[in-house]
């Protein structure tokens, strides 16, 4: 298990940022199945165009995976308290992924440390697909 040591962590800090493969129809015919989403804007083509957009999109919840993965391989699981994320903007095909986050603020709740964090998800042009934050608690 990972551990995290409080005195390397200061506001402002950025958390290792991941930059995952281009959005493919592959990935998303295999996050339709392993998420249950079968929602045909992400993989009929002809759906999506009858919806007024030029090609299928990418399920949003997979991209704030790509977040919370980022996340965990910061920091285990168990010390996550809160996260969550505002959906932006479409992710299309071939878009590329980059999610980073920052330390916004570091403070003792309940006697505990509780890290506030920044998150972002954009891609290779640097448009915003989703933003949120977290809260991690070193115990």
């Not at 390397?8 to 129809?25: A, E, K, T, Y």
């Not at 986050?101 to 505990?112: C, D, F, L, T, Y």
Request: glycine share 8%; proline share 4%; hydrophobic share 45%.
């Amino acid at each position: 298990m990972k551990m995290i040591n409080l005195e390397d962590i200061s506001v402002g800090m950025s958390l290792p940022m991941m930059v995952l493969p281009p959005i493919s129809r592959q990935t998303l015919a295999v996050y339709c199945g392993a998420s249950g989403d079968h929602n045909p804007i992400h993989v009929d083509i002809d759906f999506a165009k009858e919806s007024g957009l030029d090609d299928v999109i990418a399920h949003g919840m997979l991209i704030m995976s790509y977040l919370g993965r980022m996340l965990t391989s910061w920091a285990p699981p168990q010390m996550l308290k809160s996260f969550e994320s505002r959906f932006l903007k479409m992710t299309r095909i071939g878009d590329i992924i980059t999610v980073k986050g920052e330390v916004i603020n570091k403070s003792i709740v309940n006697n505990k440390w509780v890290i506030d964090l920044d998150l972002e998800a954009c891609d290779q042009s640097g448009e915003v697909k989703l933003s949120g934050n977290a809260s991690i608690v070193i115990i």
